[in-house]
C-alpha cells in the first residue's frame, strides 16, 4: 500500500471518489462478518453463552439481530473513527483497521477452536 496516497489529493464528489484504505476496511468488515457468523454458531450450541456482558444484555434483551446490530455499530464507529484519521494521518488510520482486524480474527480463530473442540462439525463426512 502506497503511503502517500492522500485523500486530500483525490478528485472528485464526496461520494464518488475512493475512500482511503478501502482494502483494509473491506477486510476489516469481513472479519467481523465470520466473528458474527462464529457467535451464531456457538450460541446455538448447548454449552456456550455469549461471555461479552454489554452483548448478553443486548442479546437477552433483543435477541439475536439485535446482537447484530449492536456488533456491526461497533464495526461502523472503527470504520468512521478510521476514515476520520485517514484524512490525516493515513499511517496512523491504516493500523487501526489492521489492530481491529486482527484482534477480531484472533476472537474468530479461537471461536473455531471452540466449536471444534467441544463437538462442533463443519462438514458432515
Given at each position: 500500500m502506497n503511503d502517500?496516497?492522500?485523500p486530500s489529493e483525490e478528485k472528485g464528489?464526496?461520494?464518488?471518489?475512493?475512500?482511503?484504505l478501502e482494502t483494509a476496511t473491506c477486510v476489516f468488515i469481513l472479519v467481523s462478518a465470520f466473528d458474527v457468523f462464529m457467535t451464531f454458531i456457538l450460541l446455538n450450541m448447548d454449552n456456550f453463552r455469549e461471555s461479552n456482558g454489554i452483548?448478553?444484555?443486548?442479546l437477552?434483551?433483543?435477541?439475536?439481530?439485535?446482537?447484530?446490530?449492536?456488533?456491526f455499530a461497533l464495526v461502523l464507529v472503527v470504520v468512521v473513527i478510521?476514515?476520520?484519521?485517514?484524512?490525516?494521518?493515513?499511517?496512523t488510520a491504516r493500523r487501526l483497521l489492521y489492530a481491529g482486524s486482527f484482534i477480531t480474527l484472533c476472537v474468530v480463530i479461537y471461536s473455531i477452536y471452540l466449536?471444534?473442540?467441544y463437538g462442533g462439525v463443519?462438514?458432515?463426512q
Amino acid at each position: 500500500m502506497n503511503d502517500s496516497e492522500s485523500p486530500s489529493e483525490e478528485k472528485g464528489h464526496f461520494f464518488t471518489r475512493k475512500l482511503p484504505l478501502e482494502t483494509a476496511t473491506c477486510v476489516f468488515i469481513l472479519v467481523s462478518a465470520f466473528d458474527v457468523f462464529m457467535t451464531f454458531i456457538l450460541l446455538n450450541m448447548d454449552n456456550f453463552r455469549e461471555s461479552n456482558g454489554i452483548a448478553n444484555w443486548i442479546l437477552t434483551k433483543f435477541g439475536f439481530r439485535g446482537m447484530v446490530y449492536f456488533k456491526f455499530a461497533l464495526v461502523l464507529v472503527v470504520v468512521v473513527i478510521s476514515q476520520f484519521i485517514a484524512t490525516r494521518q493515513i499511517k496512523t488510520a491504516r493500523r487501526l483497521l489492521y489492530a481491529g482486524s486482527f484482534i477480531t480474527l484472533c476472537v474468530v480463530i479461537y471461536s473455531i477452536y471452540l466449536f471444534v473442540r467441544y463437538g462442533g462439525v463443519f462438514f458432515e463426512q
